[in-house]
């Protein structure tokens, strides 16, 4: 495998972003984050890719965290740039305008946690664990996972998970709505994810941008914005070629050809 710390693969029109240090249990260090915000910016400006699939190299882990050797000397000021770092990758990948699959092998934990949950959709292999351990450092999660956390799991789990810093295996995480599904080993994960990513790279690429905006919309806006916004983009995709060509498909019982225009 290659020796560098992310690895961007694109085919299929899916972008496959792999973080590599599985020495480190693919600790993200500040060079990660910044490289991981860069190849995200690249997947989204590439026409040719239709969806994201992140994982971490190896089986042990996802992203384990931080790279605890980065806190050491820090104060309130000097650590702001790494917290905001985090911040701004998981915002952008969460916003950008593809899907973005979470394919969780091992540990995601702290930051890795909070990465995964800034994506669209998490699928876990049995080995996985969760956790936002933070405050066995005397710290708090600074990624996110005060915010996204609680949205996802409920108020009341995501603040047990928090204050006591414990990990959770795969089958709670889903229990309690963390991750989509789960799959006995890590090869069927990775086959199962990169299976799903190839299925949404097929689907009209307005109406899934489109759909992400607006399930987005349902943690940003009251409700009454947010519906009025999914009325306005739901007669936005009846101007598209995708639309008139789904509908003749549908219709004339064949395949659909989308060109995601």
């Given at each position: 495998?290659?020796?560098?710390?992310?690895?961007?693969?694109?085919?299929?029109?899916?972008?496959?972003?792999?973080?590599?240090?599985?020495?480190?249990?693919?600790?993200?260090?500040?060079?990660?984050?910044?490289?991981?915000?860069?190849?995200?910016?690249?997947?989204?400006?590439?026409?040719?890719?239709?969806?994201?699939?992140?994982?971490?190299?190896?089986?042990?882990?996802?992203?384990?965290?931080?790279?605890?050797?980065?806190?050491?000397?820090?104060?309130?000021?000097?650590?702001?740039?790494?917290?905001?770092?985090?911040?701004?990758?998981?915002?952008?990948?969460?916003?950008?305008?593809?899907?973005?699959?979470?394919?969780?092998?091992?540990?995601?934990?702290?930051?890795?946690?909070?990465?995964?949950?800034?994506?669209?959709?998490?699928?876990?292999?049995?080995?996985?664990?969760?956790?936002?351990?933070?405050?066995?450092?005397?710290?708090?999660?600074?990624?996110?996972?005060?915010?996204?956390?609680?949205?996802?799991?409920?108020?009341?789990?995501?603040?047990?998970?928090?204050?006591?810093?414990?990990?959770?295996?795969?089958?709670?995480?889903?229990?309690?709505?963390?991750?989509?599904?789960?799959?006995?080993?890590?090869?069927?994960?990775?086959?199962?994810?990169?299976?799903?990513?190839?299925?949404?790279?097929?689907?009209?690429?307005?109406?899934?941008?489109?759909?992400?905006?607006?399930?987005?919309?349902?943690?940003?806006?009251?409700?009454?914005?947010?519906?009025?916004?999914?009325?306005?983009?739901?007669?936005k995709t009846f101007d598209t070629d995708d639309m008139v060509e789904g509908v003749?498909?549908?219709?004339?019982?064949?395949?659909?050809?989308?060109?995601?225009?």
């Open positions: 495998m290659s020796d560098e710390e992310v690895i961007y693969e694109v085919a299929d029109g899916v972008a496959t972003i792999t973080i590599n240090r599985p020495a480190k249990y693919n600790a993200l260090n500040s060079s990660v984050v910044t490289t991981l915000r860069e190849l995200f910016k690249k997947a989204e400006d590439d026409k040719s890719v239709r969806v994201i699939l992140m994982t971490g190299a190896g089986e042990k882990a996802f992203a384990a965290g931080a790279d605890i050797t980065e806190f050491q000397g820090k104060d309130s000021n000097s650590v702001r740039p790494l917290a905001e770092n985090g911040q701004m990758l998981c915002k952008f990948i969460e916003s950008m305008s593809k899907p973005v699959i979470a394919a969780v092998n091992g540990f995601a934990l702290g930051g890795g946690c909070e990465i995964a949950m800034a994506c669209d959709i998490r699928y876990a292999s049995s080995n996985a664990k969760f956790g936002q351990p933070e405050i066995n450092l005397g710290i708090i999660p600074g990624f996110g996972g005060t915010v996204r956390l609680p949205r996802l799991v409920s108020l009341g789990m995501a603040k047990e998970l928090v204050y006591a810093g414990d990990q959770i295996r795969a089958d709670e995480a889903l229990r309690i709505g963390l991750v989509n599904r789960v799959f006995e080993s890590v090869e069927e994960l990775r086959q199962s994810a990169m299976a799903l990513a190839k299925k949404l790279a097929t689907k009209p690429g307005v109406a899934l941008e489109l759909a992400k905006q607006s399930l987005n919309n349902a943690w940003e806006l009251p409700l009454k914005k947010n519906l009025e916004f999914e009325v306005d983009v739901f007669c003749d498909a549908f219709l004339g019982k064949r395949d659909a050809t989308f060109k995601h225009k």
